[in-house]
């Protein structure tokens, strides 16, 4: 019963809060500035976006990133209430665990909006696979980006060569053939750190294509899959498709 009153309270609150905000919302007192801090009034959903407006939201909020004119995004209790009841995320990120390169961050996206798989130089598993075939087939996201980024730690380590200790040397067995298919006579170990990065993306976008679950999604035009590189000084994410 005690849990009940607080579970009540709590709904009260959030409605309140959202009457509130409504009202401020109503009395117009918000002017264009304003805009870039209020909250986002709805979450992506993901059953219900298209594939092209779910690449849209990426890039435009990537472009809010860099501009530093980032969405001050719904962390009300009414959010957690709503979240709480099921989640519809409208990207899959699997992105490089890369501290620098934070996918809600660097595509001003906020609770509930991605469903993000990482990995060290965003190497797959089988449970990296099935983390993603779980979004694709029963959260329906109709997105899928592999995201790799500049001066990654990860393709470094395995350019550079040596005995990793541990089981790092798991992370760069998988990338040790893609710096081998991008390697040319004289090339230097920064350029080739670059170029395997990039190829690191393509493969992993490729291996990605042979999951059955994530093919299907793609045949039945339900999922677009895309890889894409963040640089570091701009804060720009670019396509690489
Ligand atoms: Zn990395």
Redesign the pocket.
């Known amino acids: 019963m005690g849990w009940l009153q607080g579970v009540n309270q709590k709904v009260i609150r959030g409605i309140l809060l959202s009457a509130v905000t409504a009202a401020l919302f109503v009395s117009g007192c918000s002017s264009d500035s304003d805009k870039v801090n209020e909250p986002k009034e709805v979450s992506a959903q993901g059953q219900s976006i298209s594939k092209e407006e779910a690449r849209k939201q990426l890039i435009s909020g990537n472009e809010r990133f860099q501009s530093g004119k980032v969405i001050h995004h719904d962390l009300s209790e009414q959010k957690h209430l709503e979240l709480a009841k099921a989640q519809h995320p409208f990207a899959i990120v699997l992105s490089?665990?890369?501290s620098r390169?934070p996918p809600e961050l660097v595509f001003d996206q906020g609770l509930g909006d991605l469903f993000v798989v990482r990995s060290?130089?965003h190497v797959l598993s089988p449970e990296t696979i099935g983390s993603i075939e779980y979004a694709v087939e029963h959260l329906h996201t109709p997105y899928l980006v592999v995201l790799?980024?500049e001066s990654?730690?990860?393709?470094k380590a395995t350019v550079e060569g040596g005995h990793p200790s541990g089981s790092i040397g798991a992370v760069t067995d998988h990338i040790k053939p893609v710096v081998e298919n991008v390697k040319t006579k004289g090339i230097d170990q920064e350029e080739l750190t670059e170029k395997a990065a990039d190829e690191n993306v393509r493969q992993t976008v490729a291996a990605l294509r042979k999951s059955p679950i994530i093919a299907d999604a793609i045949a039945n035009g339900k999922l677009a899959i895309a890889g894409a590189k963040y640089q570091m000084i701009s804060g720009k994410v670019n396509w690489l498709d």
């Open positions: 490089c665990s890369d390169v060290a130089g790799g980024h990654c730690g990860a393709v």
